[in-house]
């Protein structure tokens, strides 16, 4: 029988602590259903006491119907001194109706007498009227145990009291929380284990990444006993952010064999958490274990010789099973079997062991070593193999162009370029204003084009990215300029590198203009 081991999702309350994390209402309500259709147990919604935001969510909320998650909202115990029904932290917590509330709570003996300041006494009182108040008013109550490490090491019969406390006034869950997130991985294992000991209920961890463990420190716990786990995804929280839950599910279900989410729910992990960042506004890490975009990203030539024979030699697990993809970068540490899948998309006959494979990938080392980089601009790279295969054929000549940069810089187009093109043996002069050189030139460029290929109407320029490659040199230096094209459908990568940026980006456009080109005509 797979044991179930409880997620409790905390994006939206911890992961909003987050520097630069600021959700709208609108990205909440998303990242809600989101969360629900990947199938954790608890959504910790927010904080319905901290902010007028939070109370609209609450509101708005009511009418979205979810199918697997509880949602929860987080709070503390009344103040110090203050009855439970006059605090207004509780009555707004009240005010979320949500089934479920998360309560946290005081268990370090020195946050008591020194951060809120009042007695070991009137804190433990705190969190029984707390509780037994939720109770009271039909709530599933989660009680967070704040500090609860730091206050078992230094205190520990006071930490239990605390739990016990929570435990006896009808707590449904006790979560032992990591809250500065210095505690190490064996301190996790043991503590839990003896609270596991002493408390009778079912545990939930919450760990935090300041001593970057929160991931090993979740699954110590698990290891531990504990049947619920806290996080968020991508890991995003205060400081150095929450245990993150896109590592922490994978590693439960897939190497330890716990249950975590719905059967067949794992595969949606990876394009979830690449959505939550999108509406986080956070580039999405790429070395992100599981789920980055680099996570199954083979460069070293003998590793993609390995994968090639038998994926399992240099991965971990199958990517498809977290929804992810293998890749393969070419690069100069590629080897035959890293350019052979892009040279037999050109010519399937070619083989690992022909001259041309051979040829090509000493070509690919020297364009390297010159400054040129492949990984994202496959294309180019594609032109490459089909001038070494002699499957390329020139589609249109340049004999001149010329731009002229606007000085002073005036509102809207400050560069105009001048381009004479043939195309089977036909001139076409042009000429275009643009926001830049670059963009002057490729709009002239297109425009003369067009009147041949009007296909590449289509085609635009979605990215522009310049590398200075020597910074010694200042000016002179050699400059990379990576181009992403669109025609609405497809999007494909080109690279270009001069001393020049702009023959850089000219040569990264041509590299552009003349793949989309021959994919139309293939
Ligand atoms: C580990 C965690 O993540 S816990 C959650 C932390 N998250 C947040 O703080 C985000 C949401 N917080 C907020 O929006 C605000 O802090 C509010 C609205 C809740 C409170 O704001 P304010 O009343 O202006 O208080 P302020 O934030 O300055 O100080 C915190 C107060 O909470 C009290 N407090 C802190 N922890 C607890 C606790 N576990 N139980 C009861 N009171 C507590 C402090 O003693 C302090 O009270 P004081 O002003 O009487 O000294
Ligand atoms: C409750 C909580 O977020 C913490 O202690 O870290």
Redesign the pocket.
Known sequence: MVKKICIYDSTLR?GA?GEGISFTVADKLKITAKLDGLGVDYIEAG?P???PKDIEFFQRLKELKLKNAKLTAFG?????NVEVDKDA?IMSLLSAETPSVAI???SWDFHVTD???TTLEENLC?IRDTVRYMKHKDKEVIYDA?HFFDGYKANPSYAIDTLEAALQSGADWITL?D?NGGTLPNEIRDIVKKVIGEINAPIGIHCHNDGGMAVANSIMAVIGGVTQVQGTMNGYG?RCGNADLCTIIPNLEIKLKYRCLPEGALKELTAASRFISELANMTHYSGAPFVGHSAFAHKGGMHIDGVSKNPHSFEHIPPELVGNSRRFLMSEVSGRSTVLTSIQKVDPAITKDSEETYNIIAELKRLEHEGYQFEGAESSFELVIRRALGRYKKLFEVSDFKVISDEPWSNGNSATAIIKIWVNGVQELTASEGDGPVNALDIALRKALTVFYPQLNKMRLVDYKVRVLDTTTATAAKVRVHIESTDGERSWGTVGVSTNILEASWIALVDSIEYMLIKYMD
Request: charged letters at 30%; hydrophobic letters at 20%; one cysteine or more.
């Open positions: 911890d602590q904080n006491g901290s902010n503390s115990t009344r103040r110090a932290n946290f709570g005081k951060i809120i300041r705190m704040e929380c809250t205060e």
